[in-house]
């Protein structure tokens, strides 16, 4: 079985060295400064080592391939001869050599896998010296990192069910998930018609609009902006009706972002429906308590018929 065989790294050896060739012609302090150039040296060096190592295995494994190719031809040889040997011919001797034969094939097999293992080390070495490398050099010359413009907008509310007269405590959370600072997020909370304001950790509120709007000037990578509006609901609202409240953030570096989260005023239908069924009727009497009087009225009628 042969490992690799003629099978080599896509990269041939000579678009390996040359990046290294091309670094080693060119002194790195012409090109970066004094502080940079010390490390350059060293990941260039490590660069070549690898390089070199991969070659050097590439040919290990090449020479290993072509005895193991040897090693099996003559171990057929020899079973050839054995099935074709004659009266006359040394059986014990053929024997002999189809012996030499197989260990010298189990020795060349041996040899290839661990050729072929270390050609794997040597690769993986390869390309992680030159990884090194070139983030290195995308460092230090200055390449920008791509810039990702993303943010998450998420609104909270406590309670989700309310009493008409209770209070409502909306919280909006913006986090920057991008790499870049953004800047002037404008924040827009839509209250429901019905709530009355109460007050705001920031923003201003339009009474007109029923709207709290403010600004968060920079939000750094990773940052989170946390904002709480507190509202009450009238004594006299509905019950069984939702409020909904709308979030909106925009920015001129990110899309439009809304969000919106809903109160239930008074009981939900669920509960009231459960509830109701365990009521008393207008006499202050049970529904079963009244099915047994009428019970007992329609045996007494019966026993004053039977008498008459």
Do not use: C
Request: charged residues 30%; negative net charge; hydrophobic residues 40%.
């Amino acid at each position: 079985m042969k490992y690799f065989g003629n099978k080599l790294k896509s990269k041939s050896i000579a678009v390996l060295l040359i990046t290294t060739i091309i670094f080693w012609l060119i002194p790195s302090n012409l090109i970066f400064g004094e502080s940079d150039s010390k490390t350059l040296e060293l990941l260039q060096q490590e660069v070549a080592w690898t390089n070199v190592a991969l070659v050097e295995a590439q040919a290990a494994v090449k020479q290993a391939d072509a005895e193991l190719v040897n090693v099996e031809k003559n171990l057929a040889d020899a079973r050839t001869a054995i099935d074709e040997a004659g009266e006359g011919d040394d059986i014990a001797a053929l024997e002999l050599a189809r012996a030499e034969a197989l260990a010298s094939r189990d020795a060349a097999k041996s040899k290839s896998e661990k050729a072929a293992g270390v050609l794997i080390q040597a690769e993986a070495a390869a390309d992680q010296a030159n990884a090194e490398l070139e983030a290195y050099l995308a460092e230090i010359s200055g390449e920008p990192e791509e810039e990702i413009l993303k943010a998450d907008l998420n609104v909270s509310v406590d309670p989700e069910n309310v009493e008409p007269g209770g209070s409502i405590t909306y919280k909006i959370t913006v986090t920057n998930t991008g790499n870049v600072v953004l800047s002037d997020i404008k924040i827009l909370d839509k209250l429901p018609g019905l709530v009355i304001f109460e007050q705001s950790s920031t923003g201003e509120f339009n009474k007109d609009l029923k709207e709290i709007s403010y600004t968060i000037e920079n939000l750094e990578p990773g940052g989170i902006s946390e904002e709480e509006i507190m509202v009450s609901v009238p004594v006299i609202a509905k019950k069984l009706q939702t409020l909904t409240n709308s979030v909106i953030i925009s920015s001129e570096w990110i899309a439009p972002i809304e969000k919106h989260v809903d109160v239930v005023v008074g009981e939900s239908a669920e509960e009231e429906s459960g509830e109701s069924g365990e009521e008393e009727n207008e006499t202050g009497v049970t529904d079963e308590e009244s099915q047994d009087d009428e019970n007992e009225e329609d045996g007494e009628v019966e026993d004053e018929v039977v008498e008459e």
